[in-house]
């Protein structure tokens, strides 16, 4: 098996981790930086670097996550209004206590991630990754969907 060319959007990211595995094989790089929104680049790049390691889409390691990033109409968790079918959202998983990176978030909302364009995350009692969106709410604070 040929080895497989990561392309680095930041330190500790590649366009894999954002990229289902059926688009990252079909087509040329150029076009696959176009289905991603740039600012979640950074946006991860910063919550990794205040709260430890993260994962995304892990299916170029073997791993079984591939949605994490953008999904398609034909993946299983698609939805018409999801920022993720536009790029625009990422869902990680952490070994860190998920509620302190939600209140590391509102906290500091105005002074650290929403320079970065985050606009959205999801909490509830249930949900143990972290949701990032940036899509516009025409709002000028955190819009925090709550799923209990």
């Known amino acids: 098996m040929n080895k497989i060319e990561r392309i680095q959007v930041e330190k500790n990211f590649y366009l894999d981790e954002f990229i289902p595995k059926e688009l990252y094989f079909a087509y040329p790089t150029w076009k696959l930086y176009r289905l991603i929104d740039k600012r979640l680049f950074a946006l991860h790049q910063k919550v990794r ?50 509620n302190e990176v939600w209140n590391d978030i509102k906290t500091n909302y105005k002074k650290i991630y929403q320079p970065l364009g985050l606009t959205m995350i999801e909490t509830g009692k249930e949900i143990t990754w972290l949701h990032m969106g940036v899509g516009n709410t025409n709002m000028n604070s955190l819009f925090e969907i709550k799923m209990d």
């Not at 698609?78 to 998983?93: E, K, T, V």
């Open 49 to 98: 670097d205040r709260h430890g390691a993260m994962t995304l889409n892990d299916w170029i390691r073997g791993g079984k996550r591939n949605w994490s990033g953008l999904r398609l109409p034909n993946s299983p968790y698609y939805s018409l209004f999801s920022d993720h079918s536009y790029g625009r959202a990422g869902d990680s998983i952490m070994s860190k206590d998920i």
